[in-house]
């Protein structure tokens, strides 16, 4: 692909991967820039893109139509995070989350009962057997689709959420403003605008952080999986995913880390 100047920014992130926080950032500074911003979905093509002006576009399960990624004056910013911790987020934010955008929580299933999914986790009794449920319905579906993304597409910028969350320089965000093809003054109001919505800037007080924050996010830590997953689910999860661990650059082994887990039992 012969890259020509960017004026198409796309960010994709996953389920539980900083997706609020990249929305919250990113629609702020598309406001702020005066420029479009959209949420695209696979079958919608690249239709939103303006005949001249720039756009932002935006996809939180990173499921954007090909000939958008295709498009030489197209950049990406795409962020993943580790999986494990994924699980654990996930796993916590769906016992209460509302069915606003989280429609699939709330749908009654015939396989579980009549019951919906949120319904049938809060019913389980067992942590494990919540966590384990879990992994095998919305994690598997989001571990597949960070597995599913094309990381060699010359006009994406990699980005991992344990990276942003430990950039309380900011240096890190601002490389990847400007990789995507923002001008200096325009990189400068993003990261005022990154630092004030993160956890560790303008959102380090909880006071600051409004309900629908406080709702998806429990402490932003990376790495949590070393205290919180139970040894029963990490095997599981081993066995089942430790290749996609793996394969995203998580692990040099697929089941080695299980020596690293604070549970010993």
Known sequence: MELIAPRVFCVGTHHKTGTLWMRAVFRRLAAALG????????????????????????SWSSRFPEALLDRPDARV??????????????CR????????GEAFLHAPR?????????????????????????????????????????YDRPNTIEARYEDLIADESCDGFREHLRDLGLTEPEVAKGVEIFWAKSLFGGLAEEAARGERIRAHVA???????????????????AAE?????????????????????????
Request: net charge negative; no cysteine; aromatic share 10%.
């Open 35 to 58: 420029i479009e911003s959209h949420v695209t979905y696979p079958a919608r093509g690249d239709g939103l893109v303006p005949e001249i002006d720039r756009v932002f576009l935006f």
């Open 77 to 90: 910013l795409h962020v993943i995070r580790d999986p494990r911790d994924v699980l654990l987020s996930g």
């Open 93 to 100: 934010y769906h016992h209460h989350a509302p069915e606003a």
């Open 110 to 150: 015939e396989d579980l009962g009549g019951l919906t999914y949120q319904q049938h986790l809060n019913a389980l009794e067992d942590p494990e057997e919540k966590l384990l449920f879990e992994m095998r319905e919305k994690h598997a579906q989001t571990l597949q689709e960070m597995l599913d993304w094309d």
């Open 219 to 237: 402490s932003g830590r990376v790495a949590q999986w070393r205290e919180a997953l139970p040894r029963r689910v990490a095997e599981a999860y």
């Open 241 to 265: 995913y430790g290749a996609g661990l793996v394969k995203l650059g998580y692990e040099p082994h697929p089941t080695a880390w299980l020596e690293e887990l604070r549970d010993a039992a």
